[in-house]
């Protein structure tokens, strides 16, 4: 099973931008769809973005599209999340979770990294 590592959280402000990553360890990284979720304080865990094992394919939840692009480099065993356009709403712990199929649902993957925080002032 894959171990997963975030990082690229910080505090910015409304409009800006910010750049996640997740480094994955201990498992084949290409064999897996990736996927990065959020949850905000008092709010379940909402889907964000994921990708298939290639990075061919994307999908984003409605909130963000327009505004976030998922992608992966296999060869560095990378995956990322740049965050554009940056509202308040957008606060909150950022998970990266491996999958072995592209999907939203947050069942569906068995790994998951640690989470970091994104705080978004307006």
């Known amino acids: 099973q894959v171990q997963l590592v975030e990082s690229g959280g910080g505090l910015v402000q409304a409009g800006g931008s910010l750049r996640l990553s997740c480094a994955p360890s201990?498992?084949?990284?290409?064999?897996?769809?990736m996927g990065w979720f959020r949850q905000a304080p008092g709010k379940g865990r909402e889907f964000v973005a994921a990708?298939?094992?290639?990075?061919?394919?994307?999908v984003y939840g409605d909130s963000v599209k327009g505004r976030f692009t998922i992608s992966r480099e296999n060869a560095k065993n990378m995956v990322y999340l740049q965050m554009d356009g940056l509202k308040p709403e957008d606060t909150a712990v950022y998970y990266c979770?491996?999958?072995?199929?592209?999907?939203?649902?947050?069942?569906?993957?068995?790994?998951w990294g640690q989470g970091t925080q994104v705080t978004v002032s307006s």
């Open positions: 979770a491996a999958s072995r199929s592209l999907t939203t649902g947050s069942r569906y993957y068995n790994s």
């Open positions: 201990g498992g084949t990284f290409s064999d897996y769809a």
């Open positions: 990708t298939t094992k290639s990075g061919g394919s994307t």
